[in-house]
């Protein structure tokens, strides 16, 4: 029988790393590598959290390969990466793909970019 979406991000976020909006502040603060993996008009809509890159969910894997044509350098498969998106779905099943991919420091920002601003976080223009 197929699997639905909410099947698969659950399963997703079993195997991920969940983490808070204030866990993800303190290990941004230390130097983990936020990405946010939402499309450019979602950005323009809501912002994003300072200093984080930005890699729409379609070209994760390619940005994240070292052997793809793609690979943005920031992406290192031994280095600390957060993950997220609005809610917290693509990042999850985005953390489970990096894993596949090698890397060995991954996590996802459990509720997105709105538990961030529920919380009380400030976002910044994309180009900022």
Known sequence: MPSTVAEL????????????????AREAARGALLVDLREP???????MIHGAI??????????????????????DPSRR????????????????TL????YTDVAHLDGGIKAWQTDGRPVVPPDA
């Open 81 to 96: 990466v957060i993950l997220y998106c609005a809610s917290g779905g693509r990042s999850a099943m985005g953390a489970a």
């Open 99 to 102: 894993a596949e991919l090698g």
């Open 9 to 24: 991000v659950s399963r997703a976020k079993a195997k991920a790393e969940n983490l808070t909006p204030e866990q993800v």
């Open 54 to 75: 930005h890699a729409p969910r379609g070209m994760l894997e390619f940005y994240a390969d070292p052997g793809s044509p793609y690979h943005r350098d920031e992406l």
């Open 41 to 47: 008009a979602e950005l323009e809509r809501d912002g």
